[in-house]
């Protein structure tokens, strides 16, 4: 059982390049989310999905994408890469009434 | 505004001495609270949540709604205790938990 599977580990970019910040789950979880983790700050909610093809935005959504075309992915879209963005990405997924499972991270740095 | 403070980055600590990590909320309603670790370049790993009200590797929290906090405890802290622990709260009790708040988050060292 993979758990929440993150994709890729590290990555830099550019800065005005585009990339998906891949993430899948094999629990057949309904609720996924994505953070960002910065120093001094913890854990700040981009976007969320409670279900396939519903999405909403957290508390820091601009500059960032998401679909939810399947249970299974929940994928990250950085439109635009900034600086700003540079951090680490974890994606958590959990069933109704359940704590979020949380990936192993992507590290993000934008130059 | 609902937050999630800790207000330590650092607890330092020798072996064998008893732990405290704070955490103070604010939320209108009737939250749930989390203990989250997160030992060195690791994933984020469920510790405890409140209403289980069980005790994970010695450690125990209880929530104080009349001092809005929830506290992490542990009489006698090992080496291996050393992570970065998050408290996290979600106001959606009966739905996925994926919207969580967390505080800023403290670093414990135990040293030997």
């Known amino acids: 059982n993979a758990g929440v599977t993150q994709t890729p580990k590290f990555q830099v970019l550019k800065t005005g390049q585009s990339m998906t910040l891949q993430c899948a789950q094999d629990m057949n979880h309904e609720y996924m989310s994505w953070y960002r983790q910065d120093p001094g700050m913890g854990l700040r909610l981009i976007h969320y999905?409670?279900?396939?093809?519903?999405?909403d935005q957290g508390e820091v959504p601009n500059g960032y994408n998401v679909s939810r075309s399947t249970t299974e992915d929940f994928p990250l879209r950085l439109l635009s890469a900034a600086p700003s963005q540079t951090s680490v990405y974890f994606c958590?997924?959990?069933?109704?009434?359940?704590?979020?499972?949380f990936g192993d991270g992507t590290r993000l740095s934008i130059l | 505004a609902q937050r999630v403070t800790q207000p330590e980055k650092l607890l330092s600590v020798f072996k064998g001495a008893p732990v405290e990590l704070k955490c103070n909320y604010s939320y209108s309603g009737s939250p749930e609270l989390f203990w989250y670790v997160q030992y060195s370049r690791q994933r984020l790993q469920l510790l405890l949540r409140?209403?289980s009200r069980e005790s994970i590797k010695g450690f125990t929290a209880d929530l104080n709604k009349g001092e809005t906090s929830f506290h992490l405890k542990k009489p006698f802290a090992q080496e291996e205790d050393s992570a970065m622990y998050y408290c996290a709260l979600s106001g959606e009790p009966f739905g996925g938990y994926n919207k969580l708040i967390f505080g800023a988050g403290t670093r414990l060292a135990v040293h030997p």
């Open positions: 958590a997924s959990g069933g109704r009434g359940q704590p979020q499972h």
């Open positions: 409140h209403i």
């Open positions: 999905s409670v279900g396939a093809g519903i999405t």
